[in-house]
């Protein structure tokens, strides 16, 4: 949990000036294989980090996680500007981390989130599809694979 808020608070103190004059920080609720809170900082035009608390209906888990985004650029738009005055989407690619609370087992593991953001005209939101490979590492190796659908909307 401290390394979480510590990769936070050096993804936001290392965001580039210009960056922030604009909306950078997105907050939301995602829906899908669990359901919840979607949070995202932008670090400039590529790059992002997103974190996520959900709770799993079905295996009744609550999973936190943290992600560090590439986005593959914009089409339809030029930046990452939430709000912009065009149609954009955007693909991207990104490694982080999970920790799953589950009883009687907790899991800690990796995931690569495979996702597409799209930003409508004049509207500081995203909505966002997301597919993410998981291996849990700890306390065995187990293969599993999240889906999520959201929206954000920035400030």
Same mark, same amino acid.
């Given at each position: ?50 974190? #996520? &608390?959900?709770?799993? %209906?079905?295996? *009744?888990?609550?999973?936190?996680? =943290?992600?560090?985004? +590439?986005?593959? /650029? ?19 690619? #990104? &490694?982080?981390?999970? %920790?799953?609370? *589950?009883?009687?087992?907790?899991? =800690?593991?990796?995931? +690569?989130?495979? /996702? ?40």
């Amino acid at each position: 949990m401290r390394s979480m808020a510590a990769l936070t608070a050096l993804a936001l103190s290392s965001a580039p000036a210009a960056a922030l004059a604009e909306p950078t920080v997105g907050a939301g609720v995602a829906v899908g294989e669990a359901n919840g809170i979607a949070l995202k900082v932008l670090l400039g035009d590529r790059h992002a980090v997103a974190a #996520g &608390i959900d709770y799993g %209906l079905i295996d *009744e888990h609550l999973r936190l996680h =943290l992600d560090y985004l +590439v986005h593959f /650029g914009w089409i339809g738009g030029i930046g990452t500007r939430p709000g912009g005055s065009r149609h954009t989407l955007s693909p991207y690619v #990104g &490694i982080g981390g999970y %920790l799953s609370i *589950e009883d009687p087992d907790d899991d =800690l593991g990796a995931r +690569v989130p495979l /996702g597409l953001a799209w930003l409508p005209p004049e509207v500081p939101i995203d909505v966002f599809l997301e597919v993410a490979p998981m291996v849990a590492l700890l306390p065995g190796t187990e293969v599993g694979v999240g889906a999520t659908l959201g929206v954000r909307y920035y400030f």
